[in-house]
């Protein structure tokens, strides 16, 4: 049974930092791609963050420079460091593994507002 389970969200004031942390399992980790997607209310899903199994990472235009993902393949984790959060960062973020099928975790919700 495939497993993705997302931790690290809640409320921050505009400037701060979270680190969103997804523990996979049920999946040979280090073979798939690993990537973040968000969703804001009332918008589609989009994505974030994506690193791929040698860990190459690319970046939405409006994140690049404050996100940094990155994954541990020894605890089949993936990461997402934001800094300097904006209030327009607020979103349900999801933790998405690509491979032959796609996988998703539950979200965590992330709150950026003073």
């Known amino acids: 049974q495939v497993q993705l389970v997302e931790s690290g969200g809640g409320w921050v004031q505009p400037g701060g930092s979270l680190r969103l942390s997804c523990a996979a399992s049920?999946?040979?980790?280090?073979?798939?791609?690993m990537a973040w997607y968000r969703q804001a209310p009332g918008k589609q899903r989009e994505s974030v963050a994506r690193?791929?199994?040698?860990?190459?990472?690319t970046y939405t235009d409006s994140v690049k420079g404050r996100f940094t993902i990155s994954r541990d393949n020894a605890k089949n984790m993936v990461y997402l460091q934001m800094n300097s959060l904006k209030p327009e960062d607020t979103a349900v973020y999801y933790c998405?593994?690509?491979?032959?099928?796609?996988?998703w975790g539950q979200g965590t919700q992330v709150t950026v507002s003073s």
């Open positions: 998405n593994a690509q491979g032959g099928v796609n996988f």
């Open positions: 049920g999946i040979t980790f280090r073979a798939y791609a």
């Open positions: 690193i791929t199994s040698t860990s190459s990472t």
